[in-house]
C-alpha cells in the first residue's frame, strides 16, 4: 500500500494552467478508473473534485479536468484563481479493496 | 445538509486505547459506506479503514490492521474508530468520510468531517 507520487508542489499565475501528475502501478491507477481528487485547505475539510478519473460533482467548478493514461493520472486547473492555492491529493481504489491516497501537492498561485 | 462530526479525540499515552465516534446527519446513513482518514502533522492523507453500508464487510490500511476496529451502528447513525495498542506515529487528526455512491465502495468520498486530534505521547 505504497502512496501514489505526486511532486511536492506547482505554481502557477492567476489565469495560467497548471497539472498535476499522481503515478501509481498496475494494482491502483492503472487497473482501475477510479481515481479521485482532493481540494484541501488546511484545517477545513478536504472537498472532492474529481472522481471517476474525470468526472466532476455537481457545484464543482468546470475548471478542474482529469484525465488517466496507463498508471498516471492528472489534475488540470485552468484560469488558475487565488482560492485555488491548497493542498491536492489523488486516490485510486487497489486490487485489495483499500484506498490510497497520493503524496500531496501543494499549490501556490504566484 | 450533510454533516459529519468526530469526537472522542484527545491524549493517550503509548500502548493506550481511544475510541473516535462520527455523528452523521442529513444522509441516508445505512446507504452509506464509510471511511476513515488520518492526517500526521506536516503530511499527506492517509486512508486508515472503511467499512460497508450494513457493516458486513470491512478493510484496513496495513498501518492499523490488527490494532484498529471500524464499526457501525445505523440505528443511532455513528461511526466508530476503535484504537488500541496506539503508537505515537498513529498521531494525526482523524476524519470520518462518506462514500460517494451506494453501489461501490472505496472509490471517492464526497463527504467529510472537520476531522478530531489524536495525539500518542507519553
Known amino acids: 500500500q505504497s502512496a501514489l507520487t505526486q511532486p511536492a508542489s506547482v505554481s502557477g499565475s492567476p489565469g495560467q494552467s497548471i497539472t498535476i501528475s499522481c503515478t501509481g502501478t498496475?494494482?491502483?491507477?492503472?487497473?482501475?478508473?477510479?481515481v479521485s481528487w482532493y481540494q484541501h485547505h488546511p484545517g477545513k475539510a478536504p472537498k472532492l473534485m474529481i472522481y471517476?478519473?474525470?468526472d466532476r460533482p455537481s457545484g464543482v467548478s468546470d475548471r478542474f479536468s482529469g484525465s488517466k493514461s496507463g498508471k498516471t493520472a492528472s489534475l488540470t486547473i485552468s484560469g488558475l484563481q487565488t482560492e485555488d492555492e491548497a493542498d491536492y491529493y489523488c486516490?485510486?481504489?487497489?486490487?485489495?479493496?483499500?484506498?490510497?491516497f497520493g503524496t500531496g501537492t501543494k499549490v501556490t498561485v504566484l | 445538509e450533510v454533516q459529519l462530526l468526530e469526537s472522542g479525540g484527545g491524549l493517550v499515552q503509548p500502548g493506550g486505547s481511544l475510541r473516535l465516534s462520527c455523528t452523521a446527519s442529513?444522509?441516508?446513513?445505512?446507504?452509506?459506506?464509510m471511511s476513515w482518514v488520518r492526517q500526521a502533522p506536516g503530511k499527506g492523507l492517509e486512508w486508515v479503514s472503511a467499512?460497508?453500508?450494513?457493516?458486513?464487510?470491512?478493510s484496513y490500511a496495513d498501518s492499523v490492521k490488527g490494532r484498529f476496529t471500524i464499526s457501525r451502528d445505523n440505528s443511532k447513525k455513528m461511526l466508530y474508530l476503535q484504537m488500541n495498542s496506539l503508537r505515537a506515529e498513529d498521531t494525526a487528526v482523524y476524519y470520518c468520510?462518506?462514500?460517494?455512491?451506494?453501489?461501490?465502495?472505496?472509490?471517492?468520498?464526497?463527504?467529510w468531517g472537520q476531522g478530531t486530534l489524536v495525539t500518542v505521547s507519553s
Open positions: 468520510a462518506k462514500d460517494s455512491r451506494t453501489s461501490i465502495w472505496l472509490v471517492s468520498l464526497d463527504y
Open positions: 442529513g444522509f441516508s446513513f445505512s446507504s452509506s459506506a
Open positions: 467499512i460497508s453500508s450494513s457493516g458486513d464487510s470491512t
Open positions: 498496475s494494482s491502483d491507477v492503472g487497473g482501475y478508473n477510479y
Open positions: 471517476d478519473v474525470s
Open positions: 486516490s485510486s481504489y487497489t486490487v485489495s479493496s483499500t484506498l490510497v
